[in-house]
């Protein structure tokens, strides 16, 4: 049991909330995992999630991601989409840092900002949490939540670098309730992780729903509701956004069947035209001097995977047409470069090739060598690549070389270059 519950791979997390009471025991969790869409996903199920009828007091649905560009690390953790407050952040963060250091446990930062979240949704009583699978993958603390505790647990796009993962991450889902736990798949995956994932499902005795992968007609069909029609879509313009719908309304599909919630189709009709529904494509204007407060117009879009490289590609080939563009770019090692690049990247835009920092308390994480991405650049698809050594520098080069244009430069590769950047924006703002 214990390679379920995660005490051989997170001993020490598992000991710090073993000693604050185990809050993690206490909470009924919706577990979103994926390469792609994972927020959509969550966002829907919590919009919806707080307003199951209308005379009833109000549902406290908290949320836990790593996997936003734009957050402090205290804007991960959220109940009804309000960030948890820096003052109680931080006085739980102490709290535990003080255990930590009693135990000599020595966590790193994000099982401590994990387990922030899970005693701050114990201590508000949320009725439900949504718990995203970042992708530290298997070393993600967030899958040290017992099967038991588990509802359901829904997968979107997955990448097949990500593949592996999911299918150890599925033999957690089930846990002490094998007749009660349910997968549900985005039918848009690719044949063989759909295959791999239903054997896998089959061999842990977890029940599986394929979500339906047409793209023929904007329909959801539910147990519950019927057939809904679905006229507007999130990112109206892109079409594949009717796969993560689906996804999010089979979880909601069950836990009414399963009698979980109650939500009628005209409340659930009502969600799907209110929810604020995030983008992936961020607009910075980027100050990369303190002193002078110059800045440079920017296009963020972490584009990780290669469906998400061709929505980034889309969207650039339908704004800018032929026009060159300048991209900065840096890989996390271990993917694989050509599906990321493939889309984007032509003869006549410009390349500079950067490496990101290392990431705190993820040092498995790390960035592609610069010189291997450039020589890869270069030969497959421009001339126009230069290479710089860090963030820092690159702004520099642009303004020396005059590649500063009225179209922004666009930042992609890798959510660690993005949340690297972001992270050096604020700093150099002014006071």
């Given at each position: 049991m214990d390679g379920?519950?995660?005490?051989?791979t997170f001993p020490r997390i598992n000991r710090l909330l073993g000693y604050v009471g185990n809050p993690q025991n206490s909470l009924t969790i919706l577990h979103i995992a994926g390469t792609n869409g994972k927020e959509t996903v969550s966002t829907f199920l919590t919009s919806i999630l707080q307003h199951p009828e209308p005379q009833r007091q109000r549902i406290l649905v908290g949320r836990y991601t790593t996997?936003?560009?734009?957050?402090?690390?205290?804007?991960?953790?959220?109940?009804?989409?309000?960030?948890i407050s820096l003052t109680e952040y931080s006085r739980i963060e102490r709290e535990l840092i003080e255990v930590d250091r009693s135990l000599n446990l020595q966590c790193n930062n994000l099982e401590l900002l994990t387990s922030v979240a899970l005693v701050y949704f114990a201590e508000k009583s949320c009725q439900w949490c949504i718990i995203e699978t970042g992708s530290t993958g298997r070393?993600?603390?967030?899958?040290?939540?017992?099967?038991?505790?588990?509802?359901?647990?829904?997968?979107?796009?997955?990448?097949?670098?990500?593949?592996?993962f999911l299918c150890k991450f599925l033999s957690q889902i089930t846990g002490n309730r094998p007749n009660k736990a349910i997968c549900l798949l985005d039918g848009s995956n690719d044949e063989f992780v759909r295959n791999t994932i239903t054997k896998r499902c089959h061999d842990v005795g977890c029940r599986l729903k394929i979500t339906d992968p047409s793209l023929n007609?904007?329909?959801?069909?539910?147990?519950?509701?019927?057939?809904?029609e679905i006229h507007h879509l999130p990112y109206n313009e892109e079409e594949y956004q009717i796969f993560n719908l689906?996804?999010?309304?089979?979880?909601?599909?069950?836990?009414?069947?399963?009698?979980?919630?109650?939500?009628?189709?005209?409340q659930l009709s009502k969600g799907l035209i209110s929810v604020d529904w995030p983008r992936s494509l961020h607009r910075l204007d980027y100050c990369y001097e303190s002193s002078s407060g110059k800045k440079i117009a920017l296009l963020l879009d972490n584009a990780n995977n290669a469906k998400a490289a061709r929505n980034l590609a889309c969207h650039l080939r339908a704004k800018y047409g032929g026009t060159p563009l300048t991209f900065v770019i840096a890989i996390t090692t271990g993917k694989k470069v050509p599906p990321l690049l493939d889309p984007l990247i032509r003869p006549q835009d410009h390349v500079i090739v950067t490496r990101f920092g290392s990431v705190a308390g993820m040092p498995w994480i790390q960035s592609l060598e610069p010189v291997n991405l450039f020589a890869f650049i270069k030969h497959r698809y421009t001339r126009n690549v230069d290479m710089q050594p860090d963030l820092q520098s690159v702004w520099t080069f642009l303004e020396t070389t005059g590649l500063k244009t009225v179209v922004p430069v666009i930042v992609c590769g890798s959510l660690y270059i993005c949340k690297e950047l972001l992270r050096l924006h604020n700093c150099h703002l002014p006071v």
């Open positions: 379920i519950n995660g005490r051989q996997s936003f560009l734009l957050n402090a690390k205290e804007e991960d953790i959220s109940i009804n989409n309000e960030a070393q993600d603390p967030a899958n040290i939540i017992a099967g038991q505790n588990r509802i359901c647990c829904a997968i979107t796009n997955v990448g097949i670098s990500d593949e592996a007609k904007c329909n959801v069909r539910t147990d519950s509701w019927g057939t809904l689906r996804v999010a309304i089979a979880v909601l599909d069950f836990l009414n069947k399963e009698e979980k919630i109650s939500i009628s189709k005209d």
